[in-house]
């Protein structure tokens, strides 16, 4: 028996056989051509092909898992015919005469390395996709299938260097019990994608499988991050226990989709989900969330190479707005800065970005940026119950400063004759311990409190949330955290406004009796947390 540990993306149990598959990929060779002209043309003929290609996997998504998992290949259509990457491949064919296939490469490696060196752990791992689809195109250079991911018969776990998105999507969900890889990241698609399919996976788990491991029993948890190898009588039987105790949990879990979220004494909270696409609402959906309690607009801008358009805006918030009907849809204004680089803002180095210029301090220092949101969000907000919530604020007069633009929006709406909710609520964030101090001043310019427990962490306790070696020093659970979030929620209810949770910290049901004792309101947390959530709740 042998044990391995990785890191578990999809929880659940896998148990059978395990089949290796082994990448097909060449080393890509560097030629000289005569005619470089051609070879740009031969590089948008496989071009053609790839997007061809990727439109067939992409109605197959959305026939198996739905539209919103299909919008990922529409994006890596999109990488295909993103200028900057073209451009990149046909002016190294043309200034140096070089193959297809070499320019391609290069231009993948160039831009894979760029995602990487990001700071937000999201563009990270996009670069797994710029390598998906350039090695699609490579392929089609070399007339090559890629990636042997072809499953004999049926009950096998997967093992791989890495598996692509495109290879993902396309497993037998009747042949494949869960997945194993050496590489990849818990915020790849590919790990998104293995959750909305429910199978088990494991990553990161430094083996470096054999094709002699082909046939060997496995045992993969999703939860944990544990591989084993030809496990013993007695391991065997305790995963095929812990399994069977999972399924029934997921089962039971099921039962309370359209239950009240209200303790046994009647004590109700309102269990919302954090999103950062419109393609979230789906699984928001299916996991029977109330509402969104945090819409991360930034999203749209970091997905994009340009100043999202107002009309560009306008149709994400519009489209969840309307997915969700009645329910509250709280969208946070832009939140760009520190760990969410966007390189178009032009934003520069700073020593200590989390304490510098981010969020509503970018919004008010380029109003004209500003604007452009909140009229695209006050526009949307005719088609559904949408909220606007400020982040990052310090001051009372910050958030006077941000309500007076919102005035003015709506004042340039109302004499262009467009719709909107006059009485949109607006909300801020309570991430900072300065706000926490000024939360009594602060209640009283808005009508909603939602506290950011991942910054609040940071800030209260001094801790550099991206710093590895703070995590002990880091705790949310710190009595000191606690405290600031009892204060906001007591300052809150003294003006008669609701104060929730959006931060990581609202899904821990370790805590969850501590914050049902301090009588927050809601707790707007994953989607794929909402259910055991409410099941913590419901046994209060």
């Known amino acids: 028996m042998k044990s391995f540990q990785g890191v578990g993306v999809s929880a659940g149990i896998a148990i059978g056989p395990v089949q290796v598959l082994h990448t097909a990929n060449e080393a890509v060779i560097r030629r000289v051509v005569e005619d470089p ?38 994006t890596h259509r999109l990488m295909l015919r993103d200028p900057e990457y073209v451009s990149s491949i046909e002016d190294l064919i043309m200034s140096s005469s070089v193959n297809a296939e070499f320019a391609v490469n290069s231009t993948m490696e160039q831009f894979a390395a760029m995602f990487a060196a990001m700071d937000n752990s999201y563009m990270q791992a996009r670069a797994s996709d710029i390598r998906d689809v350039s090695q699609r195109v490579i392929d089609i250079l070399g007339n090559r299938d890629g990636n042997d991911s072809t499953v004999q018969g049926s009950g096998h776990i997967v093992a791989a260097e890495d598996l692509a998105p495109s290879e993902t999507v396309q497993l037998d969900r009747s042949a494949v019990l869960g997945f194993v890889t050496e590489q990849g990241s818990s915020n790849s698609h590919t790990a998104i994608l293995a959750r909305t399919m429910g199978l088990p996976a494991v990553i990161g788990v430094h083996k470096g499988f054999e094709s002699s491991d082909t046939g060997e029993m496995m045992v993969v948890d999703g939860s944990t991050g544990t591989v084993i190898i030809d496990p013993d009588d007695a391991t065997l039987q305790q995963y095929r226990e812990k399994q069977s105790g999972f399924e029934e949990h997921v089962r039971l879990l099921q039962k309370l989709k359209g239950q009240a979220t209200r303790t046994s004494t009647g004590q109700t909270v ?33 997905e994009s190479v340009d100043f999202p358009t107002e009309e560009y805006q306008f149709e994400a918030y519009r489209e969840v707005a309307q997915k969700m009907g009645d329910r509250l849809v709280v969208i946070r204004t832009l939140d760009i800065g520190a760990d969410k680089q966007a390189d178009y803002f032009g934003l520069e180095h700073e020593d200590n970005p989390a304490l510098g210029y981010r969020a509503i301090r970018i919004c008010l220092t380029q109003p004209e940026i500003f604007k452009v949101q909140l009229r695209a969000l006050l526009r949307a907000s005719a088609y559904g119950n949408i909220a606007v919530m400020f982040p990052m604020i310090t001051a009372v007069s910050e958030v006077r400063e941000a309500k007076d633009i919102l005035s003015q929006v709506k004042s340039e709406l109302r004499a262009a004759h467009v719709r909107f909710n006059e009485d949109i609520a607006v909300g801020i964030m309570i991430e900072t311990p300065a706000s926490v101090i000024m939360a009594d001043e602060l209640a009283a310019e808005v009508d909603f409190f939602s506290i950011g427990t991942n910054d609040l962490t940071q800030y209260t306790l001094a801790c550099d949330r991206q710093n590895p070696n703070l995590g002990r020093f880091a705790d949310p659970h710190s009595p000191a955290v606690l405290r600031m979030i009892d204060m906001t929620v007591k300052a809150a209810h003294d003006h008669g406004i609701w104060c929730g949770i959006c931060g990581e910290l609202g899904a821990d049901v370790a805590l969850t009796d501590t914050f049902l004792d301090m009588g927050i309101d809601e707790l707007s947390v994953s989607p794929k947390s909402i259910l055991p959530l409410r099941e913590a709740i419901r046994k209060r």
């Open 37 to 74: 002209q051609a070879e740009v043309e031969r590089f948008r003929a496989a071009q053609t092909t790839a997007i061809q290609q990727l439109g067939v996997i992409r109605d197959s998504t959305a026939a198996k898992l739905g539209e919103g998992k299909a919008e990922l290949f529409d």
């Open 270 to 302: 309102r269990l919302y989900a954090n999103i950062g696409r419109p393609s979230d609402v789906t699984t928001v959906l299916a996991n029977d969330g109330e509402g969104i309690g945090l819409f991360r607009s930034e999203f749209l801008y970091l």
